[in-house]
Every structure is written in structure tokens, then in C-alpha cells.
């Protein structure tokens, strides 16, 4: 084998110079080197590169044996074939300890008790180096069993108490690897401070436990961290701070240890969540007395000694069970069943209603008199459309009645001619009417209710009908009255849900919509109008259906002239007076049913229904009201939004994450 630096060298490994390359501002390039052979003695490798490098290297005793390079032939600096050599020394357990110009050649395993400089000196990646690695917020102790799969073999590794600090010896590449794993874990265990209620325990008492608990762990395991553990009386809570362990170890144990004292004898208070105390207790009591009937024997302790009895606390909404053995296992079996939380379901309601009115009336009056002969006449329509008291007017020369005859034309437009022939007088009226109307009302009546309850929203007005009157049959005023009823009109939705298998909901519905209809006289009273659904469906959750609707169309006429001539082809219009009506009425209701199982959903429509009332009324402050300023029209609270879109995130958030732990 040969070393070529300027001229060949036979040592055992082949080290080439590169083709000379001028560089700037120097005469000399610096020299590479190639490896000439893959499976080279180790004390001739370290002789060549002494030789390339420059360095002084003492070899131990032990030093022997055989290193295999494996290369691509590309040229080295002499930086880069330093490097090449340490790794290939550590591959053969070797290791060098650099003291001054000096450097030794010796077994890994012996490296850790020689003086090797600190990481924070300028060392190679593969040189053996010490160093001290501090952990802030997790115990040094607990690090050592996950670190000691990391490091090499023949590297040293353990801790400090004191100063809560790793030491660890080993090449400088592998400590850089572990104090970046010791300051991911460390990050991780950041102390926080957290706060656990207590529902049955002493917040004292408790605390006084688990720091018993907590010290004693900490002396077994050689534990220096410290955890921190506060009772607050007032709250009857327990304020912890430590790391996320530590805190999750005396969690489990909190919830372990905060139980209700075991209850002793016959007797069981049993506190329910959901269900409602006095209906369950009705539910228990007979349940108890067909316990009691089906006892040993078959024929039961009839109300003896041994009879079950149930009460319900209103105030606290619990159950007192009284009862023996297998009978108050049984019971309670009951009550765990029974107090569950129930759905709820959204139930909304849409009714639209649309109303055309199309009228047309068009028409010619002729009125004539001869005060001298005492006839008088009328057509087509004659008197008792307004015209007798225009044409009385006329013909008088009264204006009062002319004008009480011209207002009792009604709406349209009326156009008359008058005049005098001879000894009579003549009234001729043209009369042209056309109007039409639209309605559009939409009606959207929404209730929450619970699963199998009934649930009624009314919304409209009362209005007062006669039912009768009194006066006096003798002529004296005496005390004359009126008796009324009150009635109710407007929306009437009554709902009572059942939850079935499957997301499906059996609705059955009531739904009334009434409204005055003409506060015309009629036999004495009002006339109502009024739409009724009574009924019951199966919907799915979330769909809408349609409940039931009313299509009405109606069209009349009429038409009425003057004899022979009102027949009279074109001439015959001005001796006919003619009218047609035209109305359409379409009335629609739609119901859509949502089950709420989730405080998320109710928050969630909350908020929706709350925000879109908010933006009508921030609508109508920016298009104000004449003579009145903004800020006297009221708009809901901005802070009442906010909290709900946050309760609303919040409850999403905690769903999700209760969902990926599933």
C-alpha cells in the first residue's frame, strides 16, 4: 500500500494527491487523499493517518486487529479523513482522548475514567466528551430508565439529586441526541397548577392523605421534585401543582378516595340526577309491593315486617328507601335505570299563509223626476247603493245630501251628469272600480321540551264576544248590561314528543291558527277564522314534513241593467252596472322535529336564533325611526353572543375530544 503526499510512502494505506488546482493568492493547493484498500491492519491505518495529519498518537497495548473501509474513491481533505479514522476506531471499541497535541488510542470501556474534555468544547462528533444535562420540571432519577436504551454500551450515565442533573459520558454526537429527547420530555412535564373539587370528602383531610401518600412514594423512588398540594375550605377544593404525572397519579387517587361513607342498615338515600324524586318514588313503591307479593312462598309478606317503602324528598330530590336484602338491591338496581338523562326534542313549527283579492266593478246609473207629473225613476241599480241620496240631493238642490250621497258610493271613482229638461231633472253616474290586495304572513313557533313530556306555545290575543244583555222591560234604564266571553286567537302549538329506536320521533300534534276575521256585525257578535290541525306522525330527526294545508279559490259576479235596453249591443253597457270578485287563498304548515341529546346542539340553536333577532333589530338602528334617536331602539346584549358562540365552541371541542378518546 502507499501514502502519496508530494511523493509515495509504502505504509499500508494508499493516499493519493488530487491534480493540482491553483488556487488564488496561493502557490500551494491543499492536498486530498483517497483509500486504497477496504480491509486495513488498525496499526498501520493509525500510522498513516499520524503521518497524513501531522499528529502525535499514542496506541495502547491493547490497539489490534483489522478495520474494513468501505469508500467511493472521492478524494478527502485532511479534516474530512480524521473524521473517516474516528469513526472506524469507534466501529472497533476504540476511542481517542485528545490531552494537548497528544492523542490517545484506547478501549471505549476505559475512555469514561480517563480526563476527556466537556461538550462544550471544540471536539469531533465522535470523540468522548462529558457532559451535565439539568432537568427542570421532571424528576433526573425517572429520566435514567428511558435515557439508558440510548446510549452505548460502554457510555456512563446517571444523576444527581441534588442539582437534578443527568451526567453522562459517551461520543459528543450521541450526548447532542440525548439532551434534545431530555428537553422534549422536559418541555412535556412543565408544572401546572390545576383545581379538584370535592363532592363527599374534607378538602383538609383529603390534602393530609395524599401528602402522607405523596412523600412516602417520593422516598422509595429517590424522587427531588416536589409537588404542591392546597386545601380550600371555602370551595371544599384541592389545589394542585406539579408536573402532568405527578397530577395524573393524584387524580386517580382523589377519585378513588372522594366517595359517599358506605351507608349502613336498611335504610338508602339515594340522590337522582335526573329523574324527578317523587315520580320515581310513585314508580318504586309499587314495584315494592309486587316484590312484596311474589316473596318466598309465593304469597309474600302482605305488609309485614319486611315491606319495602319508598319516600321522595322535594327538597333535595332524593329517594328514602327503606327495605331488606335482595329487596333494596333490587330497588336500587331500579333507580340506577330509571334516573337517566333524557333527550329533548326541538320542535319548530312553520305556517305560511297567502291571500290575493282581485276586484272589479264598472257601471252606469240613470236617475230621472217630473215633480209636476210625480214620476220618478231609477237604474239599473236604483236606490239603496248611495244613489237615492245623491239623486235627492240633486233634484232637492240640497248639497248635504249630495255629499252624503257621494260618500256612500264607496271606494272607486265616480263621474255624474245633471240636469234640468223641460220640467224634470236627470242624474247620469258612471262608476269604475279596480282593486286588489296580497297577503303574505309567515309564522315560525318554536319549543324545546323533553322526551315524552307535552310542551304548548300560545301566542295571540284575547278578544271579548257578547254572549248577552239586559234592560229593562218596564222602559225604565234601570241597570242595563253586557255579558262577554273572552276569546282567544292567534297560534296555538301543543306537542308531545316519543323518542323511538332509530332517531325517529312519534309527534302528536295540535295546531290552531285563528284570527278576526270582520268585526262587522254578525247576528250580534264577531266573526273568527280558524285552522286546525289535530294529528299524529312519525318523522325523522331533522326532517321536515308537511302537517296539512287548506287550497281555497273563489271567483262571483254579478250584473244587473235596465230591461230591452240594457240588451242593446255596445249601446246596452250604459244601462248596465257590473262587478266580479276574484280571491286565493293558500295556508301551508311545516313542522321539523330535532333531537337533542348533546348540551352542544341546544347551545348551538341558542346561539343561532339569538344572533339573527340581534341583526333585525341592529338593522332597524341603522335605518332609524323619524323624530326619535338610535339609541332609544332597543337591540339584545353583544356579550350574551359572545358567551354562547363560546359555550358553543367549547361543548364542539370537548365532544371532539371525547370522541378521538373513543
Request: aromatic content about 4%; proline content about 4%; hydrophobic content about 40%.
Amino acid at each position: 500500500m502507499f501514502l502519496t503526499k508530494i511523493k509515495p510512502v509504502v505504509l499500508g494505506l494508499a493516499i493519493v494527491a488530487a491534480p493540482l488546482v491553483q488556487a488564488q493568492n496561493t502557490d500551494q493547493p491543499e492536498p486530498t487523499y483517497t483509500i486504497g484498500s477496504n480491509e486495513l491492519d488498525i496499526v498501520k491505518f493509525i500510522q498513516t493517518v499520524a503521518a497524513a495529519t501531522g499528529k502525535t498518537i499514542v496506541l495502547d497495548p491493547a490497539v489490534k486487529g483489522k478495520v474494513r473501509i468501505m469508500t467511493n474513491d472521492n478524494p478527502m481533505t485532511k479534516d474530512e479523513l480524521y473524521e473517516l479514522f474516528r469513526s472506524a476506531l469507534e466501529l472497533s471499541n476504540f476511542a481517542i482522548i485528545e490531552v494537548g497535541d497528544v492523542a490517545k488510542v484506547i478501549p471505549i470501556k476505559e475512555a469514561r475514567t480517563s480526563p476527556v474534555d466537556d461538550a462544550n468544547a471544540q471536539s469531533g462528533l465522535h470523540e468522548i466528551v462529558t457532559d451535565v444535562i439539568p432537568a427542570q420540571n421532571i424528576s433526573a432519577a425517572k429520566l435514567l430508565a428511558a435515557l439508558r436504551p440510548m446510549v452505548s454500551t460502554n457510555a456512563n450515565l446517571t444523576h444527581h439529586d441534588g442539582s437534578n442533573s443527568i451526567i453522562i459520558t459517551d461520543t459528543k454526537a450521541n450526548i447532542d441526541r440525548i439532551r434534545r429527547v431530555i428537553q422534549k420530555i422536559d418541555t412535556a412535564a412543565v408544572p401546572e397548577t390545576e383545581v379538584v373539587r370535592l363532592r363527599y370528602s374534607e378538602a383538609d383531610a383529603m390534602v393530609q392523605t395524599l401528602t402522607k401518600l405523596d412523600a412516602a412514594d417520593k422516598q422509595a423512588a429517590g424522587l427531588s421534585n416536589k409537588m404542591t398540594m392546597v386545601a380550600d375550605k371555602r370551595n371544599n377544593a384541592i389545589l394542585i401543582a406539579g408536573e402532568d404525572v405527578q397530577r395524573a397519579r393524584v387524580k386517580h387517587l382523589i377519585k378513588m378516595l372522594d366517595r359517599p361513607a358506605a351507608q349502613t342498615g336498611n335504610v338508602r338515600v339515594v340522590y337522582l340526577e335526573y329523574a324527578e324524586a317523587k315520580k320515581v318514588a310513585e314508580v318504586l313503591t309499587k314495584v315494592a309491593q309486587n316484590i312484596t307479593k311474589l316473596g318466598p312462598g309465593g304469597g309474600g309478606d302482605k305488609g309485614g315486617a319486611n315491606a319495602a317503602t319508598v319516600e321522595a324528598d322535594e327538597d333535595t330530590n332524593a329517594l328514602l328507601i327503606t327495605a331488606e336484602g335482595d329487596t333494596l338491591n333490587s330497588l336500587l338496581a331500579v333507580v340506577e335505570r330509571l334516573d337517566i338523562r333524557r333527550a329533548q326534542v326541538l320542535v319548530e313549527a312553520i305556517i305560511v299563509e297567502l291571500n290575493i283579492t282581485d276586484d272589479k266593478e264598472l257601471g252606469f246609473e240613470w236617475l230621472f223626476s217630473d215633480p209636476d207629473s210625480g214620476v220618478v225613476g231609477a237604474g239599473p241599480r236604483g236606490a239603496g247603493s248611495g244613489t237615492g241620496a245623491l239623486a235627492s240631493g240633486i233634484l232637492t238642490g240640497t248639497p248635504q245630501s249630495i255629499g252624503e250621497g257621494l260618500a256612500a258610493q264607496g271606494s272607486g271613482s265616480v263621474l255624474g251628469l245633471a240636469g234640468t229638461t223641460g220640467s224634470g231633472n236627470f242624474l247620469a253616474l258612471a262608476k269604475a272600480l279596480d282593486s286588489s290586495g296580497n297577503a303574505n304572513i309567515l309564522s315560525t313557533p318554536t319549543l324545546l321540551t323533553m322526551d315524552n313530556h307535552e310542551a304548548e306555545i300560545s301566542i295571540g290575543q284575547e278578544i271579548p264576544v257578547a254572549t248577552g244583555s239586559y234592560t229593562s222591560s218596564s222602559g225604565n234604564v234601570g241597570n242595563p248590561f253586557t255579558t262577554f266571553n273572552r276569546e282567544q286567537v292567534g297560534i296555538l302549538l301543543k306537542v308531545t314528543p316519543q323518542i323511538n329506536e332509530g332517531d325517529k320521533v312519534l309527534l302528536n300534534i295540535e295546531q290552531e291558527v285563528s284570527d278576526v276575521d270582520d268585526q262587522q256585525a254578525a247576528n250580534g257578535g264577531i266573526i273568527t277564522k280558524q285552522s286546525k290541525i289535530n294529528t299524529q306522525i312519525m318523522a325523522e330527526d331533522g326532517e321536515i314534513i308537511v302537517l296539512g294545508g287548506l287550497m281555497q279559490e273563489e271567483a262571483d259576479g254579478s250584473e244587473s241593467k235596465v230591461p230591452i235596453l240594457g240588451s242593446i249591443p255596445i249601446l246596452g253597457n250604459l244601462f248596465k252596472y257590473q262587478n266580479s270578485n276574484i280571491s286565493k287563498k293558500n295556508l301551508m304548515v311545516f313542522l321539523r322535529a330535532d333531537i337533542v341529546r348533546e348540551d352542544d346542539v341546544i347551545d348551538a340553536a341558542t346561539a343561532e336564533k339569538y344572533e339573527k333577532l340581534r341583526e333585525l333589530q341592529l338593522q332597524q338602528r341603522e335605518a332609524g325611526l323619524p323624530l326619535m334617536s338610535d339609541d332609544h331602539i332597543p337591540v339584545l346584549p353583544a356579550t350574551t353572543l359572545e358567551e354562547l358562540r363560546a359555550r358553543t365552541a367549547a361543548n364542539a371541542a370537548a365532544k371532539a375530544a371525547k370522541d378521538a378518546q373513543q
